[in-house]
Structures are given as C-alpha cells and as structure tokens.
C-alpha cells in the first residue's frame, strides 16, 4: 500500500462486499489504506474472493454476515466493529436486495416482496446509520449510500425497488441534516452497470437498448462508482448529494 494513501488509518464498512460493485468499491477505499470490513449475506465464497483481492495487493480487509433484514443483527455488526477496531470513519450502504417484476404486474408484487425489498434496501441502510452514529461523529465520519437512477425516474427491475432507491436518495439527504456538522452523508445512483452480475442477466436487447440511450455511447462502470465514494469520503464540505453514474442516460438528469 502507498504510505501517503488518502485513507491511511481509516476504517470502513462496505455492505455486500461479495457483490461486483461492493468489490469495486472495498478493494478502491483499500487501495486508499483504509482497513475494510465487508459485510455478506449468504455469498460467503464471493466475499472469500473480494478479501483476497484486497489481500493480495498488500490491503487490510475482514469480513462479517449480516442479514440486513434482522435489527438485532446490525447492532451486533457496529458492536463487532465497535470492539474489534474501536473507530469507524465510514460506512457504504451498498448491500441491496431486487426481483424482476415488469411495472404493470401489479398483482405480483406481493406485501412480502415489497417489505422484502424495503427493509432491505432502505431500512436496513437507517438502522445502520443509527447504530454507527456515535462510532462516525468521534473523527467526522462519512456515509455513503450506493442507490439507483431507478430511484430517480420510474424504471427498474420492479416498482418496490425504485421506491426503495427513491426512498435512499431522500433519507441520503435527511440523514445529511440530522449528523452535521460531524458525519457527511452522500449518494452514487448508478444505472445500469456493464459487466456485472445483474447486467448479464438482464436480455441483451435490455443492456444495448440502455446504451443506445446513454448519451456517451455507454453505461455505468463499477471503477467510476468506486472512483466517486472515494472523491466522497476525501471531501470535507460535501453532503446530501446524489450523483447519478448512467453513461448520461436523460431520463435521469435532474
């Protein structure tokens, strides 16, 4: 690691860590000098791979399971972070949760898919927000909120999950108001982001329909989401900010 790294002695938290933006993410705040602990829900063996990455290139990385749905279980990760590191200066809400459920299917998003997406995606980021201020207010701390340009215009994977997103980029900005002076607290709204495991999923048509749309020719990359937490949690006069990584895709321009 560079001695003069940005983020020498910081620790952070990145929820879903196993997951491509999650990894991007740990291993760039890494790569700073940051001690990384990512969170997990059941991919135990992708977040085997993001912590040997961030091994490998001379980085300090750990990683916990935590199942954002459960209360009790993320006040006892902000306990172990609590003992085990004694400091926490920040903390990304990237771990989420989404089903495909085309808008019109109305009869399909179920009270149990909805709660499912909602606690997962927008409670869970408050809880952890609540039970880490304390640690985040001792050096001035940072959030940051990895949410979705499908909270921005109506178009995602399904209506429970854009309201999800929607939900995140207003409480980004709640939030932001609630803990200054001490904590800043921002947002990165990717679109659709190239070559990860939700990306290939999707038809292709979907994939080049959104590149044919996005006005630089192509979509969200996971270096530039890494690039712009970085650029967050180095600022100190930044907050309550939501930027939008598409490839410049209108319909989100705001």
């Keep these: 690691m560079n001695e003069s790294a940005s983020l020498k002695g910081k620790i952070s938290v990145v929820t879903g860590g196993s ?5 991007a993410i740990a291993k760039r705040l890494a790569l700073e000098g940051s001690d990384v602990l990512i969170t ?3 991919a135990e063996d992708r977040a085997e791979v993001t912590l040997k990455e961030i091994r490998d290139a001379g980085g300090s990385a750990h990683s916990f399971k935590l199942d954002q749905r459960d209360p009790k279980d993320i006040e006892n990760t902000i ?10 200066d920040i903390l990304v809400n990237n771990a989420a949760w989404n089903i495909g459920i ?18 997962t995606n927008l409670r869970a980021p408050f809880l952890l927000a609540r039970a880490a201020a304390s640690l985040l207010k001792i050096g001035g701390g940072h959030i940051v909120n990895i949410s979705s340009a499908g909270g921005i215009a109506p178009g995602s994977s399904s209506i429970a999950y854009s309201s999800s997103k929607a939900g995140l980029n207003h409480l980004t900005r709640c939030l932001a108001v609630a803990m200054a002076p001490d904590v800043a607290v921002n947002c990165v709204a990717p679109g659709l982001v190239e070559d990860t495991r939700m990306a290939n ?17 192509k979509v969200g990359q996971v270096e530039d989401i890494a690039e712009q937490v970085l650029t967050f949690v180095t ?6 900010q939501t930027i939008v990584i598409d490839g410049g895709l209108p319909a989100a321009m705001r």
């Design 19 to 23: 997951g491509d933006i999650g990894r």
């Design 40 to 42: 997990y829900a059941g």
């Design 79 to 88: 306990d172990y972070v609590r003992n085990e590191f004694g400091s926490l």
């Design 102 to 119: 085309p808008f019109p299917e109305l009869e399909q998003l179920t009270p149990d898919i909805w709660d499912r997406v909602l606690e």
């Design 201 to 217: 999923r999707l038809p292709k048509a979907v994939s080049e329909g959104s590149k044919r749309q996005a006005i630089l020719g």
């Design 235 to 240: 600022s100190s006069s930044v907050t309550g």
